[in-house]
């Protein structure tokens, strides 16, 4: 597979409706490998789960994304947060700095056939991790506190 530019990565999460930032991510935060750590290991327990027989799965991951992620305290007060979505090559370029807008279809605009879908979020702070990951049979989304 071909690995996207930086650019091609920055439009693909630009379609999703999110603002994207040209500021970088703090420094004082986890990296996405680190953050991606809290959330994908044998004995981690989904917040919640949506089968991927669903009728309208992707709505419901957005729905329950966006649910838990204001529940949780993911959103800067000017509705900032960290992405990292999945896709080859796209771990080398770690955080993208985004907010929330009215119309984000955040899961049916990442997910690709090919790649399934998988994204992880963080706070501004580095002290919230709020994922989303394709499973065998259901989307899990993972809600982690931080230290």
């Known amino acids: 597979m071909i690995e996207p530019s930086r650019e091609a990565w920055l439009n693909r999460i630009a379609q999703t409706g999110l603002t994207v930032s ?77 907010r929330w807008s009215s119309g984000v279809e955040l899961a049916p605009r990442l997910s690709k056939p090919e790649e399934g879908l998988d994204f992880l979020t963080m706070s501004m702070d580095g002290k919230l991790v709020c994922a989303v990951t394709e499973e065998e049979y259901a989307y899990w989304i993972v809600v982690e506190n931080l230290p």
Do not use: C, Y
Request: zero cysteines; hydrophobic letters at 40%; proline letters at 9%.
């Open 22 to 98: 040209s500021t970088p991510a703090p420094d004082n935060v986890p990296g996405v490998q680190e953050a991606l750590r809290s959330v994908v290991h044998w004995d981690v327990q989904p917040t919640v789960t949506i089968p991927l027989s669903h009728p309208e799965a992707l709505k419901e991951v957005d729905r329950q994304w966006r649910a838990h992620a204001e529940r949780t305290g993911l959103f800067g007060d000017d509705g900032s947060f960290l992405l990292g979505i999945s896709g080859p090559g796209v771990s080398r370029f770690g955080w993208a700095v985004v």
